[in-house]
């Protein structure tokens, strides 16, 4: 499928509504290097996108980008339908874009609660207070309450980054890697907490990931990464494994 009709496809699976988040012509430098070439790409109301990709294709630098933590970029930003590529990062966050960064960077030395009351400060003034859904999905948190974040395993780390990015009730998560170094019975748990965040909250998801069983089952529509570019798109239902995996395979 070439990328008009990918569009096309992706378009016409979303009743043609408006796009939630609309990239167009995204470059990023780092000093001399430019590490993302012009990438474009769109997430609708309550998709599921996946932007794949091996190792040091740009997409960390994609997402940071989105995030307005990286300066050197040029392109547009559209998110539900404002320009935002001018926004500094603690607007987008305002304006309902969560994020849960590679590696998770929770507290260490602050409790649970107090990793949870930072993700607040994205949320509006009246609604300070860690919302029942967090808890539902990830009850360990409830538990472990005053723990210390750096005591906790690295799965359970993942559900409070995830968590943390949820507590402003975002209207689009990005995940970065976040099966990275978790045990496969917590990913199934991850796994199912971002299904239901999707499926019952209506939360929109652009997921990087290099574990592709998981970006398979989660995402609906997918961008293949290389070199900072993109060089595939399309349901991921109708994905051709064996290409996207040729490019995934060290
Ligand atoms: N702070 C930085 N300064 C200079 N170059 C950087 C910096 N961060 C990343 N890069 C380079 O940019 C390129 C893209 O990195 P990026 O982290 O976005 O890739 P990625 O696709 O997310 O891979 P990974 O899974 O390893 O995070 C790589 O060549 C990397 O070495």
Redesign the pocket.
């Known amino acids: 499928m070439n990328t008009e009709e990918a569009t096309a496809t992706q378009n016409l699976s979303q009743n043609d509504s408006r796009p939630l988040l609309e990239v167009s012509n995204l470059k990023v430098y780092?000093?001399q290097?430019l590490?993302v070439k012009d990438l474009s790409f769109k997430i609708f109301p309550g998709q599921a996108v996946c932007l794949l990709?091996?190792?040091?294709?740009?997409?960390?630098?994609?997402l940071k980008a989105l995030m307005g933590l990286l300066k050197d970029c040029t392109g547009s930003i559209t998110f539900n339908g404002e320009p935002i590529a001018h926004y500094p990062p603690n607007l987008r966050a305002r304006a309902g874009i969560g994020y849960v960064p590679?590696g998770r960077e929770i507290f260490p030395r602050l409790t649970v609660e107090e990793n949870l009351l930072i993700g607040l400060e994205a949320a509006p003034a009246k609604e300070r207070v860690v919302p029942e859904f967090v808890y539902e999905l990830f009850p360990m948190l409830r538990s472990f309450l005053k723990r210390l974040g750096g005591d906790l395993s690295g799965g359970q780390q993942q559900q409070l980054a995830i968590a943390r990015a949820l507590v402003a009730d975002p209207k689009v998560l990005l995940l970065?890697?976040p099966t990275e170094g978790i045990q496969p019975s917590i990913i199934i748990e991850i796994e199912e907490a971002i299904t239901r965040i999707k499926q019952e909250r209506g939360v929109s998801v652009l997921l990087?990931e290099?574990y592709f069983e998981f970006a398979q089952s989660l995402a609906d529509y997918f961008y293949l990464?290389e070199n900072?570019s993109l060089i595939m798109e399309g349901l991921t239902s109708q994905m051709d494994e064996e290409k996207v995996r040729s490019h995934l395979s060290v």
């Not at 990709?53 to 994609?62: V, Y």
């Open positions: 780092y000093g290097s590490i990709g091996r190792n040091g294709m740009g997409k960390t630098t994609t590679q970065d890697e990087v290099q990464v900072g």
